[in-house]
């Protein structure tokens, strides 16, 4: 059987912003790549998910131009597709990079432009975030109806969750499902149940993260009952102190009881992680197989903002770079 790293995989949680190469922003910037790196990614005594989002900071600063954008999205997907990732789902708050005087258009058109230049599918989960005002995410929710099926798929809310709790953004996600613009909602990572439980009562078809999911058994029953999926960032959730480490991690926990999940990286570049690299962790610390890895991507499948002829199409890719993989 071939390395783990050509093992075709799929990854629904993926910031842009967070996935950011070191080394471009090093040429750009002119300045020497450890320092770079130091500012891009988090150091081992990471405190919470707070200091976590404090290495936001110079990606914003760097992806204001469509140069930069296209050039960062374009690397993205090659670091991808390295990987043998067939299929991702990207997600960002493109209201972050209007302060050079791009329009919001631009910035969408900039990372689909830098995505297409690589032979990956992707699409873009366009962010709101909890600490903008209304008026800008529903600039967020238009911009998505715009490019629906076009390069967008879906949209989410990110941010500092403990702070700005879930429940007050209702009316936003009325708006959503009145417009039938999927989204998914990040929600217990930061804070508890409650905010798995108003994502849930928003009409959320999947979870960023929702490991603290753990806190209600109804609400384990409730996701299996609408087969809403999770979105678990195994090494993303121990860096911001959920968990002290991978064997404390609930995945293996999540699918042993038939919880719908996905693997994936939360941010590659601030998490200092690859796909290839989380599959590994699991491996070693929690007992996965390979057979496991396999049967969470095919119902990642079924659970992307796709619809249902893409995901047919996906999933017999998915099974010929399958047979690649373990001829």
Same mark, same amino acid.
């Given at each position: 059987?071939?390395?783990?790293?050509?093992?075709?995989?799929?990854?629904?949680?993926?910031?842009?912003?967070?996935?950011?190469?070191?080394?471009?922003?090093?040429?750009?910037?002119?300045?020497?790549?450890?320092?770079?790196?130091?500012?891009?990614?988090?150091?081992?005594?990471?405190?919470?998910?707070?200091?976590?989002?404090?290495?936001?900071?110079?990606?914003?600063?760097?992806?204001?131009?469509?140069?930069?954008?296209?050039?960062?999205?374009?690397?993205?997907?090659?670091?991808?597709?390295?990987?043998?990732?067939?299929?991702?789902?990207?997600?960002?708050?493109?209201?972050?990079?209007?302060?050079?005087?791009?329009?919001?258009?631009?910035?969408?058109?900039?990372?689909?432009?830098?995505?297409?230049?690589?032979?990956?599918?992707?699409?873009?989960?366009?962010?709101?975030?909890?600490?903008?005002?209304?008026?800008?995410?529903?600039?967020?929710?238009?911009?998505?109806?715009?490019?629906?099926?076009?390069?967008? =798929?879906?949209?989410?809310?990110?941010?500092?969750?403990?702070?700005?709790?879930?429940?007050?953004?209702?009316?936003?996600?009325?708006?959503?499902?009145?417009?039938?613009?999927?989204?998914?909602?990040?929600?217990?990572?930061?804070?508890?149940?409650?905010?798995?439980?108003?994502?849930?009562?928003?009409?959320?078809?999947?979870?960023?993260?929702?490991?603290?999911?753990?806190?209600?058994?109804?609400?384990?029953?409730?996701?299996?009952?609408?087969?809403?999926?999770?979105?678990? =960032?195994?090494?993303?959730?121990?860096?911001?102190?959920?968990?002290?480490?991978?064997?404390?991690?609930?995945?293996?926990?999540?699918?042993?009881?038939?919880?719908?999940?996905?693997?994936?990286?939360?941010?590659?570049?601030?998490?200092?992680?690859?796909?290839?690299?989380?599959?590994?962790?699991?491996?070693?610390?929690?007992?996965?197989?390979?057979?496991?890895?396999?049967?969470?991507?095919?119902?990642?499948?079924?659970?992307?903002?796709?619809?249902?002829?893409?995901?047919?199409?996906?999933?017999?890719?998915?099974?010929?770079?399958?047979?690649?993989?373990?001829?």
């Amino acid at each position: 059987m071939k390395s783990l790293i050509n093992l075709p995989k799929i990854e629904l949680h993926l910031h842009f912003d967070g996935s950011i190469s070191p080394k471009i922003a090093s040429s750009i910037l002119n300045k020497p790549l450890e320092e770079i790196e130091k500012e891009l990614q988090v150091s081992r005594d990471c405190r919470n998910l707070n200091e976590y989002l404090t290495k936001f900071s110079l990606p914003e600063k760097l992806l204001q131009t469509k140069e930069n954008i296209c050039l960062f999205a374009e690397n993205l997907a090659l670091n991808l597709k390295k990987e043998n990732v067939i299929y991702a789902e990207i997600r960002f708050a493109p209201m972050k990079h209007l302060k050079g005087g791009l329009t919001k258009e631009e910035v969408v058109e900039s990372v689909l432009s830098g995505l297409k230049k690589v032979d990956l599918k992707t699409n873009l989960i366009l962010c709101m975030m909890r600490d903008s005002s209304f008026a800008e995410n529903e600039q967020v929710i238009e911009l998505a109806k715009k490019y629906l099926n076009h390069g967008v =798929c879906a949209i989410d809310l990110a941010g500092a969750e403990a702070l700005y709790k879930t429940e007050s953004f209702q009316p936003l996600f009325a708006i959503a499902k009145k417009n039938k613009i999927p989204f998914t909602i990040h929600a217990g990572e930061a804070d508890g149940k409650d905010s798995i439980s108003s994502a849930i009562s928003f009409g959320a078809k999947r979870i960023g993260h929702g490991v603290r999911i753990t806190e209600s058994s109804d609400l384990i029953k409730l996701v299996k009952k609408k087969n809403i999926l999770l979105e678990i =960032c195994p090494t993303s959730n121990i860096q911001t102190s959920i968990f002290k480490n991978y064997q404390e991690h609930p995945i293996k926990k999540f699918y042993d009881n038939f919880i719908p999940i996905s693997i994936n990286t939360d941010n590659r570049t601030v998490s200092n992680t690859t796909l290839t690299k989380e599959y590994q962790y699991l491996i070693d610390n929690l007992n996965f197989t390979i057979n496991d890895l396999i049967n969470i991507n095919k119902n990642s499948i079924m659970h992307t903002f796709l619809s249902s002829e893409e995901k047919d199409i996906l999933y017999k890719e998915y099974n010929n770079e399958l047979l690649k993989f373990q001829d």
